[in-house]
């Protein structure tokens, strides 16, 4: 609990654990749905939330024999959970919007809209909170565009109370859950693909070919071959490859061959963990994806 993320993690939890029992509390005694279901929904935001900051702590740990990439991808992972779940209550939110749609229940307007001011201070200040690191890592990211959400829906529910209020209009509480349930799954689709795609080792736009005319370009290095390149976690980018260099070539000229591919990798395309098997005649007719469809 020592550093930074850890205390803000821990506060933002906190935090969302109040808003929670609030909205249950009032949701039961104003009779609102919407209420209810925004407690739901930050209850399962305490679950993300908790995950996240576990996986924090997780990928932290120092690599060893047993995992020698490290834990950083269990950040990845927790991110991913996070998104999933937020997709799923989206899912949940729209069912719970249409079936409101024909419920007629008295609804204290006043408690709620009570309710829903305090939701959208703590959110608010969650989101402050959590916007400091939501520059650089994805998995924080993904927490403070939750929070962002959830001030989002507690904007709903505040219309909606006023509307109830004031109007006695009942569904457009259920047409305002139905518009922020549709934002909120964007933003989760969003982050479900970037995550899954680091998971599938998914190539992070490299332009291969460019890759390849750009080693081409040293002396020693007639062709590439066999190339690997993947996101690790959401600062790093890792690539391996099979070069062909010129036979001639002294073992004593490879430490300085391997420092200047190391700089053109990570100045052209911010790679910055790069394992070469250099060759001189062996697999000269592959392929730079191996067992790929691309032509060389
Ligand atoms: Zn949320
Ligand atoms: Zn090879």
Redesign the pocket.
């Known amino acids: 609990m020592k550093d930074k993320v850890s205390k803000n993690f821990f506060g933002v939890a906190i935090l969302n654990v109040i808003i929670t029992l609030a909205e249950f509390i009032g949701g039961f005694m104003s009779g609102s749905l919407a209420l209810l279901s925004d407690a739901v929904h930050n209850l399962g935001d305490v679950g993300a939330i908790i995950l996240s900051f576990v996986a924090h702590l997780v990928g932290k740990k120092k690599q060893n024999s047993n995992k020698t990439f490290g834990y950083k991808r269990a950040e990845i992972i927790a991110a991913f959970v996070n998104a999933f779940i937020l997709l799923a209550m989206t899912v949940y939110l729209v069912i719970e919007a249409f079936e409101r749609l024909n419920d007629q229940v008295t609804i204290d307007g006043e408690l709620m809209l009570i309710i829903a001011v305090i939701g959208l201070i703590a959110n608010f200040i969650s989101m402050l909170i959590m916007h400091q690191h939501s520059k650089d890592n994805v998995n924080i990211k993904s927490v403070f565009l939750h929070m962002l959400s959830d001030a989002l829906s507690s904007i709903g529910v505040i219309i909606a109370a006023i509307l109830i209020n004031v109007y006695h209009i009942m569904w457009v509480d259920a047409a305002i859950t139905v518009i922020v349930s549709v934002v909120l799954a964007y933003e989760a689709i969003k982050i479900l693909k970037n995550t899954l795609n680091i998971l599938m080792e998914s190539n992070p736009d490299i332009d291969l070919k460019k890759v390849e005319s750009d080693l081409c370009q040293f002396e020693l290095i007639n062709t590439i071959?066999?190339v690997h390149v993947w996101q690790f976690s959401d600062s790093e980018i890792m690539l391996d490859a099979?070069v062909n260099v010129n036979p001639k070539i002294k073992v004593s000229q490879l430490d300085g061959l391997y420092d200047q591919i190391n700089r053109v990798l990570k100045q052209n395309f911010g790679i910055s963990h790069v394992t070469i098997?250099v060759?001189s005649a062996?697999?000269l007719n592959?392929k730079i994806i191996p067992h790929g469809e691309n032509e060389k």
Do not use: A, D, I
């Open positions: 071959h066999h099979h098997q060759e062996r697999g592959e």
